[in-house]
Each structure stands twice: as structure tokens, then as C-alpha cells.
């Protein structure tokens, strides 16, 4: 049961790294593909449907580690305190970002939660590396050191790449993308498709796949007991296939088609 649960948190890791990964990146590039404030909305029209299909693998991420692996749990919370408080904060200042944007009008309004926007997702981008290296370095006591931070900035380079490339394949249907002069994101090359997408899906979840490789013995020494893993995939395996069913509906219904209108 030990390693079913292990391979289980590897895969809602990298999975969430694979489509969160995107959303953050494409926060990070939002004042470099949208020169405007038109071509800031549709890149947020564009992601902003995701977000919270995304962010369920981290709830289950979170969920799992504080059944299956309790002692874990219970180091990085206390090894990594300043940094798990950094992430929590940029993670709802990227949330305030997205959903307060459009609710007022005015430049000064919008300027103001795309920049909040912009610095959670960065803020999300590197915290991620800094816990990554900073859990399969043992929780050394600075976390944010020169390997933390340079974990962090590389995590940060990959979102980024990931969002570029989701751009590409999102935006590529829209008749005027790519055009700044008439106010939309460009995003820097010609129309991707699926497998680009997929691509750097796979590359953005590389550093979880590390982490995880890295921290295999550990995780699987500290296990909870079977009995408890038992009861536990009695809870969770009835809610997989919702969990993968929302995945699945998301990308049907916001896919390839317009862009919404009311982000």
C-alpha cells in the first residue's frame, strides 16, 4: 500500500505541476505577451477557466500527504514554515489578482490587480522550487539560500516556457492573436498544437518528478500504517474519477472554443 500511495502523490504532484504550471506561467508573462490591457484580458480569459480545475490537485496533493504521509507532512510544515507561508500568500494574492481585475473599471483598478496578479504567480513559481530543493536537501535551516533560489528561478523558467506554450496553443484559433498593434498578446512564434502543449507540460513537471525520485526512500519509510492506508483508499478512490471527469469536461468545454468574457 506503501507505494501505491507514493506513486499516487508523485502523480498528483507532477500532474499539478504539468497543469498548474501553465497558469502560473502565463501569470508571470502577463506583462510581457500583453502589451495592453485588451491583450492582458485575453490572456487571462484564456487561463483563467483553469484555474480552479488545476488547483484541485493541489487540495488532493495536500489531502493525501496529511494521510498517508503524516511524519512528512509534519517536517515540511515545520522545516519549511517561512517558505510554506510565502507560498500560501502568493497563492491567494495570484487568486485575488485573477478574480478582482474585472470588477471595477478603470486603468489605475486594472494596472493594480495585474500587478498583484503577475507577483503571486512569481511568488507561486519560486516558492514551489525553493520547497522542492529545500525537502530533497533534508529542510536545511535557510531555505532560501543560493540552491533554493536558484531551484526556485529554474521552476520559474519552466512555468514560463509552459505558459508561453499554452498561450501559443489557446490563442492560436483567435483571428487577430499575435498582433500588438491591435492590442492582442503575441505569443512570440507560429500556432502550436497539442503536442507542443503537451510538451512543455511534461518539462514543467520535471521538477517535481526529481523531487519525488530523490525523496522515494524517505517518503516510503514514513508511511502511515496500513490499516490507516487501507481506510484511506476507501475515502479517496471513489472520488478519482471525479477528479479526472472535471479535468476532462474543463478542457471539452473551454478548450479550443471562444474565449469567455466574463474574466
Known amino acids: 500500500m506503501d507505494i501505491f500511495w507514493f506513486v499516487t502523490f508523485a502523480v498528483l504532484l507532477a500532474g499539478y505541476f504539468a497543469l498548474e504550471g501553465f497558469d ?6 502577463l506583462p510581457f505577451l500583453g502589451r495592453s490591457r485588451e491583450g492582458r484580458d485575453r490572456l487571462v480569459a484564456a487561463m483563467a477557466p483553469f484555474v480552479l480545475a488545476n488547483e484541485v490537485w493541489l487540495v488532493a496533493l495536500a489531502g493525501l500527504l496529511f494521510g498517508a504521509f503524516p511524519v512528512l507532512e509534519g517536517r515540511v510544515l515545520s522545516g519549511l514554515y517561512p517558505v510554506v507561508v510565502a507560498l500560501l500568500l502568493s497563492w491567494i494574492l495570484r487568486d485575488a489578482g485573477l478574480w478582482f481585475r474585472r470588477r471595477a473599471d478603470g486603468a489605475a483598478w486594472r494596472t493594480l490587480w495585474d500587478a498583484v496578479l503577475w507577483a503571486g504567480s512569481a511568488g507561486l513559481a519560486v516558492t514551489w522550487g525553493v520547497v522542492l530543493a529545500g525537502v530533497a536537501r533534508g529542510l536545511p535551516p535557510a531555505p532560501f539560500d543560493l540552491p533554493g533560489l536558484a531551484a526556485g528561478v529554474v521552476v520559474l523558467a519552466l512555468f514560463a516556457f509552459h505558459g508561453r ?4 496553443w489557446r490563442l492560436s484559433g483567435e483571428p487577430t492573436a499575435g498582433d500588438p498593434a491591435a492590442g492582442h498578446p503575441t505569443t512570440g512564434g507560429p500556432r502550436r498544437g497539442g503536442r507542443a502543449l503537451l510538451a512543455s ?6 521538477p517535481a518528478v526529481v523531487a519525488m525520485a530523490a525523496l522515494a526512500s524517505e517518503m516510503l519509510g514514513n508511511a502511515a500504517p496500513d490499516r490507516t492506508l487501507t481506510f484511506l483508499g476507501v475515502i479517496v478512490v471513489p472520488f478519482a474519477p471525479v477528479l479526472v471527469g472535471a479535468q476532462v469536461w474543463v478542457w471539452r468545454a473551454f478548450g479550443r ?4 468574457s466574463f474574466f
Open 24 to 29: 502560473i506561467g502565463l501569470g508571470v508573462l
Open 201 to 206: 507540460g511534461l518539462v514543467a513537471a520535471l
Open 257 to 260: 472554443g471562444a474565449l469567455p
Open 165 to 168: 506554450a499554452f498561450a501559443a
